[in-house]
Antibody
Framework: QVQLQESGPGLVKPSETLSLTCTVS????????WSWIRQPAGKGLEWIGR???????NYNPSLKSRVTMSVDTSKNQFSLKVSSVTAADTAVYYC????????????WGQGTLVTVSS | DIQMTQSPSSLSASVGDRVTITCQAS??????LNWYQQKPGQAPKLLIY???NLETGVPSRFSGSGSGTDFTFTISSLQPEDIATYYC???????????FGQGTKLEIK
């Protein structure tokens, strides 16, 4: 059973860079797309971007200028960086596997709350 | 960009009721429409993929239908454990985007 676990600081100062890592266990990270999705408190889900194990990326156009994703296949991990954060970036951040066909999310991490505050 | 309109935003029903949620796309998305269940404090869980296919292990009281722009999610007989928020999600490749509906919060009457 594939499992995903997010890790990273829970508090980030405004204008700084948010950094999160997702560790995949129970299966190989290879040959799949992997995504980050976020959810502000009490609100809906927003797709941030996806990365293939080759390192190829696609980002949400609304966030593209501030987002960078990377992958480390040797560690079965992929990562997210969001630069120049503001309070609007406060949310629960989920990592997820993009399932076969690349149109859905079939495995999710439990989510990690990131708060942007000074 | 394709917009998704999910309704209703909230719904109150009794145990045993048939519950229906709709999702409308602003353009034809063929059958690239999935449904997720999110319980409080938990990650979303995939229930239905490609509009009408039941994910492995999901109870058969959940179903989905539709194609093109109009989609429906149904719980045939509401159970107490179905209390959650439900989201539709579409995939588009020009430009590449995954978009979620606004969500439907389902409560027991």
């Amino acid at each position: 059973q594939v499992q995903l676990q997010e890790s990273g600081p829970g508090l980030v100062k405004p204008s700084e860079t948010l950094s999160l890592t997702c560790t995949v266990s129970g299966g190989s990270i290879s040959s799949y797309y992997w995504s980050w999705i976020r959810q502000p408190a009490g609100k809906g889900l927003e797709w941030i971007g996806r990365i293939y194990t080759s390192g190829s990326t696609n980002y949400n156009p609304s966030l593209k200028s501030r987002v960078t994703m990377s992958v480390d296949t040797s560690k079965n991990q992929f990562s997210l960086k969001v630069s120049s954060v503001t309070a609007a970036d406060t949310a629960v951040y989920y990592c997820a596997r993009v399932g076969a066909g690349a149109t859905l999310f079939d495995y999710w991490g439990q989510g990690t709350l990131v708060t942007v505050s000074s | 960009d394709i917009q998704m309109t999910q309704s209703p935003s909230s719904l109150s029903a009794s145990v045993g009721d048939r519950v229906t949620i709709t999702c409308q796309a602003s353009q034809d998305i063929t059958n690239y429409l999935n449904w997720y269940q999110q319980k409080p404090g938990q990650a979303p869980k995939l229930l239905i993929y490609d509009a009408s296919n039941l994910e492995t292990g999901v109870p058969s009281r959940f179903s989905g239908s539709g194609s093109g722009t109009d989609f429906t999610f149904t719980i045939s007989s509401l159970q107490p454990e179905d209390i959650a928020t439900y989201y539709c999600q579409q995939y588009d490749n020009l430009p590449l985007m995954y978009t979620f509906g606004q969500g439907t919060k389902l409560e027991i009457k």
